[in-house]
Antibody, heavy 122, light 108 residues
Framework: EVQLVQSGAEVKKPGESLKISCEGSGYNFAKYWIGWVRQTPEKGLEWMGLIFPGDSDTRYSPAFEGRVTISADISISTVYLHWNNLKASDTATFFC???????????????WGQGTMVIVSS | DIQMTQSPSSLSASVGDRVTITCRATQSISTHLNWYHQKPGKAPKLLIYATSKLQSGVPARFSGSGFGTDFNITVSSLQPEDFGSYFCQQTYRDLSLHTFGQGTRLTI
């Protein structure tokens, strides 16, 4: 059974750093892209970027490039989302999701983690 | 960047109703359009990919259609478990720009 299990909720102060995780199981972790999606009540779902754990090829949405870092550790089947300097505006729920590419070349996010809530407040 | 606009933003319907939600792209995305369903406090769940292909395990009362810039998802006979939010997502070309629609909240 494919599963993505994310780390727990976090409460941080502005300026602090944070790394949240997403551990995959039940499939060949190295061979599927993992994406990150931010959700807020104001903006809904936002595509942040994704990584291919097999070679760490990483793509960022322009809206998030330079604000977060996506990384992977194949040895423990885990992908990370990292901030160096949190802002109150980073408060959101973050989902990881596996990218599936169908036979026709169309891709989708077929399995999702349960979400990690991050609150940034002084 | 390709923007996705869903309509309506919210919808109230009854069990057994047929409902349709629309998603419009600012430029052609061929059939690179997915639909997700999300219940409060849960992760989104893939319903339909490539415009009209039902994800494994998704009931046949869900269907999708469209091409280019205009897309629909239809629920032929609403069930109580279908409440929640529906999101479209375009996955045309650039991996870094797979944008979502703003969502449609469906209340039963």
């Amino acid at each position: 059974e494919v599963q993505l299990v994310q780390s727990g909720a976090e409460v941080k102060k502005p300026g602090e750093s944070l790394k949240i995780s997403c551990e995959g199981s039940g499939y060949n972790f190295a061979k599927y892209w993992i994406g990150w999606v931010r959700q807020t009540p104001e903006k809904g779902l936002e595509w942040m970027g994704l990584i291919f754990p097999g070679d760490s090829d990483t793509r960022y949405s322009p809206a998030f490039e330079g604000r977060v870092t996506i990384s992977a550790d194949i040895s423990i089947s885990t992908v990370y989302l990292h901030w160096n300097n949190l802002k109150a505006s980073d408060t959101a729920t973050f989902f990881c999701a596996r990218r599936e590419i169908g036979a026709s070349g169309h891709d989708s996010l077929d399995f999702w983690g349960q979400g990690t809530m991050v609150i940034v407040s002084s | 960047d390709i923007q996705m606009t869903q309509s309506p933003s919210s919808l109230s319907a009854s069990v057994g109703d047929r409902v349709t939600i629309t998603c419009r792209a600012t430029q052609s995305i061929s059939t690179h359009l997915n639909w997700y369903h999300q219940k409060p406090g849960k992760a989104p769940k893939l319903l339909i990919y490539a415009t009209s292909k039902l994800q494994s395990g998704v009931p046949a009362r869900f269907s999708g259609s469209g091409f280019g810039t205009d897309f629909n998802i239809t629920v032929s006979s609403l069930q109580p478990e279908d409440f929640g939010s529906y999101f479209c997502q375009q996955t045309y070309r650039d991996l870094s720009l797979h944008t979502f629609g703003q969502g449609t909240r469906l209340t039963i």
